[in-house]
């Protein structure tokens, strides 16, 4: 029996520690919530995608 979400919350923490790249820089918080929206985005996509299947 297929299950239908009808709500999706996507919670995600996001540490201001060098990565593991070595990148050092320092995102501000504008930058983090544009990071966070494209991922919820995607992750929208990839539902909708599999959805129309």
């Known amino acids: ?21 070595g990148n050092s820089a320092k995102l501000d918080k504008k930058q983090k919530q544009l990071i966070i929206q494209e991922c919820v985005e995607q992750v929208l996509e990839i539902l909708k995608e599999r959805k129309e299947r």
């Open 1 to 21: 029996m297929p299950i239908e979400i009808r709500e999706l919350i996507i919670k995600a923490q996001i540490n201001d520690q060098q990565g593991v790249a």
